[in-house]
């Protein structure tokens, strides 16, 4: 679900990053440096310009920006085709000037660059790949045909053939480098940060159900007194009808339905936090976040021990959401990809503690295996996997596992358990994917005086 859910964000219209209002501004510094380089151009160098088409041209521009400053909204986010107009209209817009002023003599003429770049940052490829096509084919076009740049006494300010070609292939360069860098680079972003998105989305729901399992356990645990209270006082006004005590009894009765109508009430308002369930065994921890995958036709070996130079003693550790998390998510990929088995690894020692996955699955293609933790790590879709309908195997779901289990200070490998390129017969038994994560004990482990320490009473969620 996490990695179709990240799919279809990935289609919207990357355009609707960006605001009217930014291309605006940018326009009036481009607009405010045209200005003066043609007041530089006339009274210092005192060259001889069509100051009547370059102010036209400059005038279109103040013209446009005015109008889409009064007509539109300062929160305006451009669509798609918005966005690609206005870029293409300051593409052209500088080019006529390039076209007035000198072509590619104009050393102004690699600002070209700068609405290419943007378009990378902001819209889609198809609508790069054109504004960028129509870049190149206007600075081609200004190299040829211009009008030259002269001074006040007619001499023409031009660049040797060679130099000029050059420069035309610099910008040529750029355009293609720039727009391809600026592309990748806004992209991996945005990636990342829907990646990031999707983890703290699973994380709130992995505590959402840890919170609950608490309320739960709290409701079990502190309703059994009274209830049993009440079954044993009932039991006796139903012997004894004609005693005495009876009085006392019905006001025993009363006030334990009271004591449980506070409970209830309590609960209902905010909810208690069960101390037991902030700490179990590793072993438990590790099987409770591989519990869900179990009957799913695949069997699942357990093999929790300490390891060379560890205590018998299982260590108790911290009940987190991230380390129940990450182990299911890894635990569900082991499952999908296993023939038919599925090992689970967990051993410990004075100074670490560690989790081992394994299945008998074909292993994780040689060439994502140094990308494994990536999100989106497959830029176009897989056909559909039988053994997973509907996964598009976009690494989603591995991103959020590796980020929340480093996040308690875990430390991540991957790895096959055999040559891929090995008969099958030859293989091993475990010769599929390896997941290891290993903590330092004291990071995830409870202290071993506090394992001695009475829980004591639960405690209040506040609200």
Known sequence: ?????????????????????????????????????????????????????LYLAIGASFIANTIAMF??????????????????????????????????????????????????ATLRLKSTLLLGIMA????????FYHIPLRTADGFILRMPDILAFGFWIAIVIGVLFLGGYAYRVTGETHSMSEALLATQMALAREQKLTDLGG????????????????????????????????????????????????????MGRAGKDDLHLKTAP?????????????QRGKSLHFDVSPAPGGDNEQPTIRRQPEIIHGIRNFVQNAVDFAEANVWIDVHWTD????????????????HLLGRIGDPFVRKRRSPPDSRRPGYEGMG??????????????????????SDPFLPK???????????????????????EDAERRALGENQRIEA
Not at 217 to 223: G, K, M, T, Y
Not at 396 to 417: D, H, V, W
Not at 426 to 442: D, F, K, L, Q
């Open 1 to 53: 679900m996490t990695d179709s859910f990240a799919s279809q964000t990935r289609q919207e219209d990357r355009a609707t990053w960006v605001r009217l209002r930014t291309l605006i501004l940018l326009r009036w510094m481009a607009i405010t440096g045209q200005i003066i380089t043609i007041a530089v151009a006339s009274q210092i160098l005192e060259l001889q310009l069509n100051y009547g088409l």
């Open 71 to 120: 007509v539109y909204p300062e929160n305006k986010r451009l669509s798609e085709n918005e966005a690609m107009l206005t870029l293409m209209f300051d593409v052209s817009q500088l080019a006529f000037l390039l076209y007035l002023t000198g072509g590619l003599n104009n050393p102004f003429a690699l600002l070209i660059l700068a609405p290419v770049t943007i378009s990378a």
């Open 136 to 143: 190149l084919a206007l600075i081609s076009a200004v190299g």
């Open 215 to 266: 309320v739960i356990a709290a409701a079990a645990h502190e309703l059994g007194t009274p209830l049993a209270t009440i079954k044993l006082v009932s039991q006796e006004l139903a012997e004894e009808l004609d005693d005495e005590i009876l009085r006392e009894d019905a006001q025993l009765i009363r006030d334990q339905a009271d004591r449980c109508r506070d409970i209830l009430r309590d």
């Open 282 to 294: 590793l072993g438990a921890i590790i099987r409770e976040a591989a519990e869900p995958h179990a």
């Open 351 to 366: 100074e670490v503690v560690l989790v081992r996955i394994i299945d008998d699955g074909e292993g994780y293609p040689n």
């Open 396 to 417: 989603l779901g591995l991103f959020i596992a590796k980020t929340l289990l480093e996040r308690t200070g875990a430390e991540l490998s991957f790895a096959n358990g």
């Open 425 to 447: 017969e030859e293989r091993p038994v475990r010769s599929g994917a390896i997941v290891e994560a290993i903590w330092p004990r004291e990071v995830v482990a409870r202290p």
